[in-house]
């Protein structure tokens, strides 16, 4: 288990965490862990507002593309998670 900042990358933490961000980000609290980016009005502005936040709240770097590839937030948390852990 990797921890940056205080905040695990594994597990529901970071899901959790990622799942906030989308919800702030696309203005819907009704979201969850397996909400797709597109089908919640998703564009690349607000995929550039999710990285920024993760990236503050972690302090690591998340290439915007990881939104697009992994548009749900326990796919992207996932994603994070293991470049995480081995460096990326």
């Known amino acids: 288990m990797t921890i940056i900042d205080g905040t695990t990358l594994a597990g529901t933490d970071l899901r959790e965490l990622i799942t906030s961000i ?25 995929a550039f507002q999710i990285t920024a ?24 948390a996932e994603v994070v998670s293991a470049d995480a852990a081995s460096g990326v």
């Open 22 to 46: 989308y919800r702030e980000t696309l203005a819907d609290g009704g979201l969850d862990a397996d909400s797709d980016f597109f089908e919640a009005g998703g564009d690349s502005l607000a």
């Open 53 to 76: 936040g993760i990236e503050a709240a972690l302090g690591v770097e998340v290439p915007v593309a990881l939104v697009f590839s992994y548009p749900t937030p326990a796919e992207l």
